[in-house]
């Protein structure tokens, strides 16, 4: 067995076993050197991911808590607030704070986001077929419930919190079409993360082309 | 006897097809693999292969992956001798494409080797291989270690030269500045031309000159000597006097004015108009003196003066890049008055109407082209020569030529006579001419019609 790559028997997305915290942080393990800032990029992901759990489903954050606290993340993310100031770390965010997360926030966050991902696994293929029919026939993405549903929050969510002043933000917040595309693609990213090794997968994901 | 292995996915179903390699374990190990499929049921596409097209598939999708997570493509290794799996996205979202080109003598037709896929099939089957590969009954010795992409392959956003620009616009831009100021010209060092108010002390030079008169230069020391003993002349008017005088000489007897020249002198001279000494001042070195008219001018002893007992004036003498400046040591104190005529009523009256017909006459048809009024002082005699005139400003000074002053003064007729003496000896009245730009000329007496 290799040893960066390990992996929990039985995956299914309705079954989560607990591990203990070590192992699973253990799981994804350091890359950048020691004292080096966690990579903007990776910031911005990890919250635009967070941000689209949310809009699939109501009450996104609160699912968000019952995960940290099933996982036993609590001692990094106790309660709703300290969520919110991990995910202020987001340089495009209104309220950035300026800081930078550190890795083992950051591998948290990593794991929220793919335990959540796994419970919504129908939900994301269900989305990702819809988008595909309706991309094959030329027609507009609105044309599903569903996801038009999802589209809409996500559009919701991103303009009342990224701050309008930066330039990718006033571009996307300008071009609804943009926003569309950029909610369909972090469902992508989403569908990847429920995978056997998702965890894993985007957390290497987060640090291409960041070492040398 | 063959094993087969299955991983089952919504989309994709991968079925691995090998033996034993007969070690005798217990549990069955595919430790060979003969065969590799994938089936994609919903598309009803597949692809298959042997173990050379399995490596290949297995490295390209999990790279494939991890360049759909984090946005960057993840390059593919060069070509190897056996083959070459090929994934990338298909324009305006509309999946993927998977091309596998095996080269080698054993290319089989009839496998089909390009599929199109959807963004969920892609994940299925990397779902799929990722459970493979977790398999450790399987190809136990397969690993495929995740890894992040190096910086080497990740190609920035904007290329080199976009984000090269706003450097490079902004150094060009400061070394344009720099030497566009290059060329601004360095402000002159002006020397103060007043001579300095209490007299400090100038560095005395004893050498002596032999083209200059005995006698002539005198040695600071003969200077002050002369200063503590005979008074000095304070009054404006005989200031004026002298220095117009001076200047007038000097200006005259210097026909030769080098480039670049500076030197400056302390100078006193006798009402009479001689000089009664000269002295370099501000470091002027001895040597220049042969450059400037002084030697040539006549002088007076030192001793003589002394002995005479009369005031002499003081004036610092500067000659500089061909331009003569004569100013008195001690500056002029107070404004210029002289008016110690006994005239009064109608024959003031009358004296003041002649001056104005002298000057009006003199001036003819023309008119005096000026901007600004020129104003001068006149000292009129009570016979109505007109003996100087003093310009009141420096406008009036430079553009004098334009009036007619020059040409009507008579100077002897107040007893200005250089030699015997500068200073007005007869009594004179002070008038105001003043020259306007319409062409009016006002003459009224300075003190005012008593």
């Known amino acids: 067995m290799n040893d960066s790559v390990s992996v929990m028997p039985n995956p299914s997305p309705s079954q989560s076993s607990p591990p203990n915290q070590p192992y699973l942080l253990a799981n994804l393990p350091d890359i950048l050197p020691e004292g080096k800032a966690f990579p903007r990029r990776a910031q911005q992901q990890i ?99 569903r996801l038009s549903e999802y589209l809409e929050r996500f559009r919701a969510h991103f303009k009342s919190r990224m701050n309008n002043r930066r330039v990718r933000v006033m571009l996307y917040n300008e071009s609804r079409q943009e926003l569309n595309e950029l909610a369909v693609e972090l469902l992508q990213k989403l569908i990847f993360c429920t995978g056997t090794v998702g965890t894993q997968r985007l957390w290497f994901s987060l640090f291409d082309g960041e070492v040398s | ?132 590969l977790a398999d450790g009954l399987t190809l136990p010795n397969f690993v495929l270690p995740l890894a992040p992409l190096s910086r080497r392959y990740c190609v920035p956003e904007e290329s080199l030269a976009e984000r090269v620009t706003p450097p490079l616009i902004g150094v060009s831009g400061f070394a344009l500045t720099a030497f566009a100021l290059f060329f601004a010209p360095i402000p002159d060092r002006v020397r103060p031309v007043e001579g300095d108010v209490n007299g400090s002390n100038n560095p005395t030079e004893q050498t002596t000159n032999g083209t200059v008169p005995p006698g002539a230069e005198a040695s600071g020391a003969d200077l002050d000597a002369l200063v503590t003993k005979v008074s000095e002349i304070d009054d404006t008017l005989s200031l004026m006097m002298m220095q117009s005088y001076l200047y007038r000489t000097l200006d005259g007897a210097w026909t030769e004015r080098p480039e670049g020249q500076m030197a400056a002198y302390r100078l006193s001279m006798t009402p009479e108009g001689s000089i009664v000494g000269y002295q ?108 100087f005139y003093i310009s009141e400003t420096s406008l009036a000074e430079t553009s004098v030529n334009k009036t007619p002053l020059p040409k009507l003064i008579k100077p002897d007729a107040a007893g200005i006579v250089p030699g015997q003496s500068l200073i007005p000896t007869k009594p004179l009245t002070q008038v105001n001419v003043v020259f306007r730009p319409n062409g009016v000329v006002e003459v009224s007496p300075w003190a005012g019609y008593r």
């Open chain 2, 280 to 387: 370099p001042i501000d470091g002027t070195s001895p040597d220049i003196v042969n450059e400037t008219p002084l030697p040539e001018l006549s002088y007076a002893s030192v001793d003589e003066a002394i002995a005479n007992g009369k005031p002499v004036g003081q004036f610092k003498v500067v000659f500089k890049d061909k331009v003569l400046q004569v100013s008195p040591w001690h500056g002029f104190e107070g404004e210029v008055e002289f008016d110690n005529s006994q005239v009064r009523g109608d024959a003031l009256r009358q004296l003041i109407r002649n001056t104005r017909v002298a000057i009006t006459t003199a001036l003819g048809t023309e008119s005096v082209d000026t901007s600004q009024p020129l104003r001068y002082s006149v000292g009129v005699t009570d016979d109505g020569a007109i003996a």
């Open chain 1, 47 to 145: 919250d635009l991911l967070l941000l689209a759990l949310e809009a699939l489903e109501l009450g996104g954050s609160e699912l968000m808590l019952a995960s940290a606290k099933r996982l036993e993340l609590t001692p990094i993310i106790a309660n709703r607030v300290s969520l919110w100031r991990l995910r202020c770390c987001n340089p495009w965010r209104r309220s950035h704070t300026h800081r930078n997360l550190t890795p083992d926030q950051a591998k948290a966050l990593v794991l929220i986001v793919g335990d959540r991902a796994k419970q919504l696994t129908a939900l994301l293929r269900q989305l990702l077929l819809a988008e595909q029919q309706l991309r094959s026939r030329n027609l507009p993405l609105d044309n599903h419930f």
């Open chain 2, 1 to 132: 006897m063959n094993i087969f292995r299955q991983y089952s996915l919504p989309n994709c179903t991968l079925i691995l097809e090998g033996f034993d390699d007969g070690t005798g374990n217990a549990l069955q190990t595919l430790a060979v693999l003969s065969n590799a499929e994938c089936r994609f049921v919903t598309s009803r596409q597949s692809l298959n292969g042997g173990k050379v097209f399995f490596d290949h598939l297995v490295r390209a999708v999990s790279e494939y992956a991890q360049g759909l997570l984090s946005g960057i493509h993840h390059p593919v290794d060069a070509v190897q001798e056996n083959g070459q799996m090929l994934i990338e996205a298909m324009p305006h979202h509309q999946g993927h494409r998977l091309l596998w080109q095996q080269s080698g003598a054993e290319v089989a037709d009839n496998a089909t080797n390009e599929v199109y896929l959807t963004t969920a099939e892609i994940f299925d089957l990397t779902e799929a291989i990722d459970q493979f």
